[in-house]
């Protein structure tokens, strides 16, 4: 039988604590836990975390990390108020929208720094409203400029700087719609108009990707805080997805793309570099109507949607991994 030390030319080591520069393929065994360990460069997977307190889909969400992210809004069976906070484990109810429930909304921010905009409202009215979260309560600000829902996308980091691109009224909109903590702004419309799209970013360096305008899309853009340039499209077409991240690091995921599965959801995920898409591993469970949070292609977190159980969250997660090895 081949020997560790055959395959690698060393020893397992044994070490007191865990090395605190690994390399990948390296195996050593922890004296202080007792157990063997390896260390290896994870490509990316999702994992299952705690739901939701209230099913939902088509909500709105805001966060740039996996463990600290904000769902708002969004269709459980009417239109819903209800405003939930992830720690990392657990999902808390918080503080309601002002405006009565609505769904198909837009948002972005931090999970302490939210902004809500657009949607419909019963009985199915568009509306433009915007609303500001502090991290404890919503209070009304100024509305859109132009009523929307099923944004193309939407971009921002905090409450005071936020775009709003896309949608439907019900033609499908270019628009695209720059906050500034008090007031909306029509800039330079998107190339391609488009509805139920993917956007990341900021409001000066934002990414729209995917929709349907009526095609089905794989067209990306690129925001400079100007205007908008068509960069490389995505590897699959598709409408109903979400994504997270910056202009150099997102990562999209779900959606309807009839070319993989004409009749149903997908759990597709891609990552984008700044230049390229590439398909990376899928959702455990194919999703469209949902919401994320996340800084980067290398952790996002997907949360609601329609699925069969749409309290549903799942994480993403890449990157260095120290793994400890069991006799199973």
């Known amino acids: 039988m081949t020997t560790y030390k055959e395959i690698r030319g060393t020893n397992i080591e044994v070490l007191a604590s865990d090395p605190s520069n690994p390399v990948t393929g390296q195996v050593w065994y922890n004296s202080t836990d007792n157990v063997v360990k390896g260390f290896f460069v994870n490509t990316g997977s999702w994992a299952t975390k705690n739901g939701m307190n209230q099913d939902r ?20 069976d009417t239109y819903d108020a209800r405003t939930e906070l992830y720690n990392g484990t657990n999902w808390t109810e918080v503080n309601d929208l002002q405006t009565d429930g609505r769904g198909r909304l837009g948002g972005a921010g931090t999970s302490t720094s939210a902004l809500a905009f657009g949607g419909r409202t019963q009985p199915g009215t568009k509306v433009a409203d915007t609303e500001s979260w502090n991290g404890t309560n919503w209070t009304e600000k100024n509305n859109l400029n132009t009523v929307r829902e099923d944004m193309a996308g939407s971009a921002g980091v905090s409450n005071t700087a936020c775009l709003c691109f896309g949608g439907s009224p019900p033609d499908y909109l270019s628009v695209t719609e720059n906050w500034n903590g008090t007031n909306w702004t029509e800039v330079a419309d998107l190339n391609t108009a488009r509805q139920s ?32 340039t068509e960069v490389n499209n995505m590897g699959t077409a598709r409408y109903e997805l979400a994504g997270s991240g910056t202009t150099t690091s997102t990562l999209a995921s779900g959606g309807i793309a009839p070319s993989v599965s004409p009749s149903s959801k997908v759990g597709l995920t891609e990552s984008w570099n700044g230049t390229n898409w590439t398909e990376t591993a899928d959702m455990n469970t194919g999703t469209d109507e949902h919401a994320t949070a996340g800084s980067s292609n290398s952790s996002s977190l997907a949360f609601g949607g329609d699925v069969p159980s749409s309290d549903s969250t799942e994480e993403f997660s890449s990157g260095p991994t120290t793994v400890t090895f069991t006799d199973s």
């Open 57 to 76: 889909q088509n909500l709105a969400g805001a966060g740039i990390t996996a463990t600290a992210a904000l769902a708002f809004g969004g269709e459980p």
């Open 197 to 228: 799209g993917g956007g990341s970013g900021t409001n000066t360096a934002a990414l729209c990707f995917g929709g349907k305008g009526p095609s089905i899309l794989s067209i990306t853009e690129l925001w400079n805080g100007t205007s908008w």
